[in-house]
């Protein structure tokens, strides 16, 4: 009676033999984004630490310079982390509070949408511009427009939502098994109870 379904069920168990592709894929996605935000604010550390702390055009956050190179830091050596597989779900911790912080301080109050709708003021004056290009301009018009149509920047939380989710997944499963050094580290030196065991 349960033949036809316990098969199926086999066969889709076969895959947990893959279930390294799942965490390897999250860290490889999330390293190069981290990465080049960590860096940027490095290389222009003081523009950085002056946004940090300024409360008219900026965060206003107390102790600007301890806080943008905890920033810093932390997404540049998350994102070394991350590709290693190495202490991913201790990497994964500041990684989370950096993207509360910047989900809190900085795109909380546009809302959930990172790009902006096409019914919203912003995307109306964008395509009202690219109109007036298209009738002036022809050709500048094409040289925008022939690689996409340009949007606008909503800047909302949701990319931070999404990477802090990805973030809290790597928490609780770690780097995954066999390309990640915290896999053969467990391997090595942790007996049972190994969170990685085959």
């Known amino acids: 009676m349960m033949q036809p379904v316990r098969k199926p069920h086999q066969l889709l168990d076969e895959t947990r033999r893959l279930d390294f592709l799942a965490p390897l894929t999250l860290r490889l996605y999330l390293a190069p984004i981290f990465w080049m935000a960590g860096t940027q604010k490095i290389s222009h550390m003081e523009g950085t630490i002056a946004w940090f702390g300024n409360p008219d055009w900026g965060l206003g956050l107390p102790f600007p310079t301890v806080m943008a190179w905890l920033a810093a830091l932390s997404e540049t050596g998350g994102a070394i982390a991350l590709v290693l597989g190495l202490a991913v779900r201790w990497a994964s911790i500041p990684l989370m509070v950096t993207m509360a912080v910047a989900a809190l301080t900085v795109h909380w109050e546009n809302s959930w949408l990172a790009i902006a709708e096409s019914g919203t003021e912003a995307s109306q004056r964008l395509s009202g511009l690219l109109d007036w290009l298209a009738a002036e301009h022809p050709g500048r ?58």
């Not at 949701?158 to 990640?180: D, H, K, P, Q």
């Open 141 to 198: 018009h094409e040289f925008v427009t022939e690689l996409g149509r340009p949007v606008v920047l909503n800047n909302g939380i949701e990319f931070a939502a999404t990477y802090f989710i990805m973030l809290l997944t790597l928490f609780f499963i770690g780097g995954g098994r066999y390309l990640s050094i915290d896999y053969w580290l467990h391997r090595r030196y942790m007996t049972r109870g190994n969170h990685y065991a085959d």
